[in-house]
């Protein structure tokens, strides 16, 4: 039975951030999200983690594709040496910048595993967000950055968590098909893998689901693919590729989740390619719930993570 808390954010979270069904047509959607990114702070967001500056050292390094140029920040800890890189894909409908709970998340993630194996370096590129930009102006560039990173000590752990868990599984498709050193593993929080939306229960989990709704998940798919005929790629909706010979996996999902379908999908997929990949779905749970701050199930995901990851 999900714990009180998990109750709590059920209802709150959803009204913080703001989540509603979209008020009117497409075009009013996107010229809204558009205003909204010319509001945005777009600096790397560490107020959620006590401390970070003392514990931590943030580098910019500075991406670019078809001549968009985006960052990438490298966060290292001060007192250990990295063995090993956390490369950390943000969600957000790949409308949302990166948010401060997402930094908690893998720096908490890091720390903790670095305990046991030496310091953990983590890699989160700040992708360009759509309506106004496509997967095309980002993807080939993280792929070379954790190809770089995949040759260093201890190679990389790709994670990702909504959209940015289906863009982690992207990226592993890409390193695999381009011949690059793969990741050592995969974890994927409630992914967006499937943007097709293909799977016919989505409907019926857009009724249970406090968070998401299937008009904008619908909206922001053809934005991110740039147009119907690229929504099935690899680099889109990498549950309908070929998932055979990637690295080993750990996926999460509640049933309170609208990506719910998807992730079952991509899990039957997996099955039938013979990939390793470990499925967790939690009775009751809404979307990303081993993101969100101070819950006991987070906490039980993160346990499980750990053992998977060491």
Do not use: N
């Amino acid at each position: 039975m999900p714990s009180r808390l998990h109750q709590v954010y059920a209802r709150v979270v959803p009204r913080v951030r703001k989540a509603e069904e979209m008020g009117g047509p497409e075009p009013e959607e996107r010229d809204r999200v558009v205003r909204w990114h010319l509001t945005l702070d777009r600096s790397f967001p560490t107020r959620a983690v006590p401390g970070f500056h003392r514990k931590f050292r943030v580098v910019r390094e500075e991406l670019t594709q078809g001549g968009v140029t985006f960052p990438a920040y490298v966060v290292t800890p001060r007192h250990a040496a990295p063995t090993r890189t956390l490369f950390y894909l943000h969600g957000g409908g790949y409308m949302a910048p990166i948010d401060p709970f997402q930094v908690r998340y893998i720096t908490r993630l890091a720390t903790a595993l670095g305990s046991s194996s030496g310091g953990v370096r983590v890699v989160m590129p700040d992708y360009p967000l759509a309506p106004e930009h496509t997967w095309r102006d980002s993807h080939d560039a993280i792929v070379e950055l954790a190809a770089r990173y995949s040759r260093e000590p201890g190679g990389i752990a790709l994670v990702g968590d909504s959209s940015g868990g289906g863009y982690a599984l992207a990226i592993a498709i890409s390193l695999r098909d381009r011949g690059h050193a793969q990741a050592t593993h995969v974890v994927l929080h409630a992914p967006w893998v499937d943007l097709t939306t293909s799977t016919p229960e989505t409907e019926a989990y857009d009724e249970v689901d406090p968070w998401l709704f299937v008009g904008k998940l619908r909206a922001y798919a053809l934005w991110w693919a740039g147009g119907s005929a690229d929504l099935g790629r690899p680099e889109v909706s990498p549950a309908l590729a070929d998932l055979a010979g990637l690295p080993p996996g750990l996926m999460f999902c509640g049933t309170r989740d609208l990506l719910l379908p998807g992730c079952r999908l991509l899990a039957r997929r997996a099955s039938e390619a013979g990939w390793s990949l470990t499925y967790v779905e939690q009775q009751g749970l809404i979307h990303a719930y081993p993101v969100l701050p101070f819950l006991r199930e987070a906490r039980v995901a993160m346990r499980q993570t750990l053992r998977f990851l060491s």
